[in-house]
């Protein structure tokens, strides 16, 4: 078992009495932000905030004279589907990106309604919450009432919520995920971003009955100062059909679970980010840093290419006592611009942490295949008929401890039983393609959702036996070398954006980001240091496997062995975006 850090923290100093624990203390705190005649409170919210929590902790503290649920303004149900019945599809896991803004979710006579009754009310306090609530009133004091994807995801498997605007919280849940991923979130994003930029407090509703509470000013310094020194977000774990055990017991994980199948380590959509001012903790959206540093974040030229996106994504696969993955394939470029309308697609690459003996990796096909006869065949499989004769078609490749296969879209492929994948990607993460899922039920009893139709239209079928072994096995390439150290490119192909370097060393090794952000995992020894050869920033300790973001704003910064990492052969694996 290691010292995984499973709740990592950024320590912001200078604002220790600039945050609140607590209704009593926060209603205290926005009661005193009231003016002499006057006042509107504005607490706009991120979907999947607990208005009900809100209403009866917060308000009947501050004893407004008008209280006002913006979402009264909101369009009904059928309205709604009408208007984005082309986002959503038929299909249960896939639509079509939205370029919604929240007004047009509202109704405009409703929205006008609401907007008068602020007008009429010309003493007291005015409370205006709910989604939206910003576009009834700006506000004389606002606040953002937020939350990260994961926690809504954990709210809606339990059934407490479905989608925005909709009663279906009994609904498909991979169809609920579907709207909340290619709708609300593109939506809510768009709407917080300038309010975070002026919001005079954050309210943090992560955990029901326990809200924290920052003043905007600190929030913003706070995301500064994470921009300007090592970070690590809020991994999370996930149980799966496929899942092993080696995550459960090497990061010291619920042994109750069955088991796990991912951990997301840096996934700043979904992940938290957990800011300290002094006795209180902040949980926030690790993408409000995208939305709001996206220079420092991500350095001049990715985010010219990617806009306030973090373009590289870091997760864990474990099939150490387990089975296999689904056998799939990601989108190429033109095809998920052209279905999905996202701008870049889901290239991947395996790096093999840790494999069982006889451990292997599906990747490419058989040289010699016939495209008509492999897809007959996965037909035939999806309808029941017979397994899929993977031996036939799919290479089958054995996997060891620190190989690295790399996987450019169009590329078949799946992680065999028996490994601990540390998956290198590209962001975008749900576009994959199932070919065949081994004849399994998902953890919901449904079979899983098997996309031929897609799949067919991108497999490359030139990436057959020999084109795989001589692109996308082990292209290791030395680099440069000095005295306790040596490094060497691992990947990615020339088709994927993404580079990739792995350093051996004993002896403190000096990186510099380049001007863009780099993305690294301690991917052998126990424990190593990054500090700033200048001292630019505090010391920062990370641990076996762990995942951690230098923004592209650090500049030059230096990794040594540290603690128990001392006298040990320690690797770095790291990423960040050709230039």
């Known amino acids: 078992m290691t010292t995984y850090d499973k709740h990592p923290e950024v320590n912001i100093s200078g604002f220790d009495h600039?945050?609140?624990?607590?209704?009593?203390?926060?209603?205290?705190?926005?009661?005193?932000?009231?003016?002499?005649?006057?006042?509107?409170?504005v607490i706009d919210c991120y979907p999947g905030v607990r208005l009900d929590e809100l209403e009866q902790m917060l308000f009947s503290s501050l004893r407004p004279a008008l209280t006002i649920n913006a979402e009264?303004?909101?369009?009904?149900?059928?309205?709604?589907?009408?208007?984005?019945?082309?986002?959503?599809?038929?299909?249960?896991?896939?639509?079509?990106?939205?370029?919604?803004?929240?007004?047009?979710?509202?109704?405009?006579?409703?929205?006008?309604?609401?907007?008068?009754?602020?007008?009429?009310?010309?003493?007291?306090?005015?409370?205006?919450?709910?989604?939206?609530?910003?576009?009834?009133?700006?506000?004389?004091?606002?606040?953002?009432?937020?939350?990260?994807?994961?926690?809504?995801?954990?709210?809606?498997?339990?059934?407490?919520?479905?989608?925005w605007g909709v009663e279906n919280q009994t609904e498909d849940m991979l169809r609920r995920y579907k709207r909340a991923f290619f709708i609300e979130w593109r939506v809510f994003d768009r709407h917080k971003t300038p309010l975070l930029k002026r919001a005079d407090f954050l309210l943090d509703t992560t955990l029901a009955n326990a809200p924290a509470m920052v003043c905007g000013d600190a929030l913003r310094a706070g995301l500064a100062h994470t921009t300007r020194r090592p970070f690590r977000v809020v991994p999370f774990f996930d149980p799966g059909i496929w899942g092993g055990q080696w995550m459960k017991q090497q990061f010291d994980l619920d042994p109750a679970a069955p088991n796990y199948a991912w951990c997301f380590d840096c996934v700043p959509e979904e992940n938290s980010l957990l800011l300290r001012f002094g006795a209180v903790r902040i949980e926030?959206?690790?993408?409000?840093?995208?939305?709001?540093?996206?220079?420092?974040?991500?350095?001049?030229?990715?985010?010219?290419?990617?806009?306030?996106?973090?373009?590289?994504?870091?997760?864990?696969?474990?099939?150490?006592?387990?089975?296999?993955?689904?056998?799939?394939?990601?989108?190429?470029?033109?095809?998920i611009q052209q279905q999905f309308g996202m701008h870049y697609t889901q290239d991947e690459s395996y790096y093999i942490l840790e494999a069982e003996p006889g451990a292997v990796v599906y990747l490419g096909t058989v040289s010699g295949t016939h495209p008509q006869a492999m897809m007959d065949d996965l037909k035939r499989a999806a309808q029941g008929e017979k397994a899929f004769?993977?031996?036939?078609?799919?290479?089958?490749?054995?996997?060891?401890?620190?190989?690295?296969?790399?996987?450019?879209?169009?590329?078949?492929?799946?992680?065999?039983?028996?490994?601990?994948?540390?998956?290198?990607?590209?962001?975008?993460?749900?576009?994959?393609?199932?070919?065949?899922?081994?004849?399994?039920?998902?953890?919901?009893?449904?079979?899983?959702?098997?996309?031929?139709?897609?799949?067919?239209?991108?497999?490359?079928?030139?990436?057959?036996?020999?084109?795989?072994?001589?692109?996308?096995?082990?292209?290791?390439?030395?680099?440069?070398?000095?005295?306790?150290?040596?490094?060497?490119?691992?990947g990615l192909h020339e088709r994927e954006f993404i580079e990739t370097r792995r350093h051996w060393f004993s002896e403190p090794v000096l990186h510099n980001t380049e001007g863009g952000v780099n993305v690294l995992n301690l991917v052998?020894?126990?424990?190593?240091?990054?500090?700033?050869?200048?001292?630019?920033?505090?010391?920062?300790?990370?641990?076996?496997?762990?995942?951690?973001?230098?923004?592209?704003?650090?500049?030059?910064?230096?990794?040594?062995?540290?603690?128990?990492?001392?006298?040990?052969?320690?690797?770095?694996?790291?990423?960040?975006?050709?230039?």
């Not at 576009?135 to 004389?140: A, I, S």
């Not at 320690?570 to 960040?576: D, H």
């Open 524 to 579: 052998e020894g126990a424990e190593a240091r990054v500090d700033s050869p200048d001292n630019a920033f505090e010391p920062f300790v990370v641990h076996y496997a762990e995942t951690f973001i230098v923004p592209a704003a650090v500049g030059e910064y230096r990794i040594s062995p540290w603690g128990k990492g001392i006298g040990q052969q320690l690797a770095t694996v790291k990423a960040w975006v050709r230039g």
């Open 72 to 163: 009264r303004a909101r369009r009904d149900e059928d309205a709604l589907h009408a208007m984005l019945a082309r986002n959503l599809t038929d299909d249960r896991v896939f639509g079509v990106l939205s370029c919604h803004q929240l007004v047009e979710f509202m109704d405009r006579e409703r929205l006008k309604a609401l907007q008068e009754q602020v007008t009429a009310c010309e003493e007291g306090l005015v409370v205006i919450y709910g989604s939206g609530a910003a576009l009834v009133h700006p506000g004389d004091v606002l606040v953002y009432a937020d939350l990260p994807r994961w926690e809504i995801q954990q709210r809606m498997r339990k059934g407490e919520l479905g989608n």
């Open 18 to 41: 600039r945050a609140w624990q607590g209704w009593e203390a926060i209603g205290r705190t926005l009661a005193q932000q009231q003016r002499p005649k006057r006042t509107v409170l």
């Open 284 to 335: 926030i959206p690790s993408q409000n840093l995208v939305l709001l540093q996206p220079r420092s974040l991500l350095g001049e030229k990715v985010h010219a290419r990617f806009g306030a996106e973090f373009p590289i994504r870091f997760d864990f696969l474990d099939t150490i006592g387990g089975q296999n993955l689904s056998f799939q394939v990601h989108p190429v470029t033109e095809y």
């Open 389 to 490: 004769d993977d031996a036939r078609f799919v290479n089958k490749i054995p996997a060891h401890k620190h190989d690295h296969f790399l996987i450019p879209a169009g590329t078949v492929h799946c992680s065999g039983s028996g490994t601990m994948v540390l998956e290198i990607s590209a962001t975008p993460y749900i576009f994959t393609f199932k070919l065949w899922d081994w004849g399994r039920l998902g953890m919901d009893g449904l079979p899983r959702p098997v996309h031929l139709e897609h799949g067919e239209q991108v497999i490359d079928w030139q990436r057959d036996t020999r084109w795989v072994q001589k692109h996308l096995m082990n292209q290791f390439e030395p680099v440069s070398e000095g005295k306790g150290w040596r490094e060497e490119r691992t």
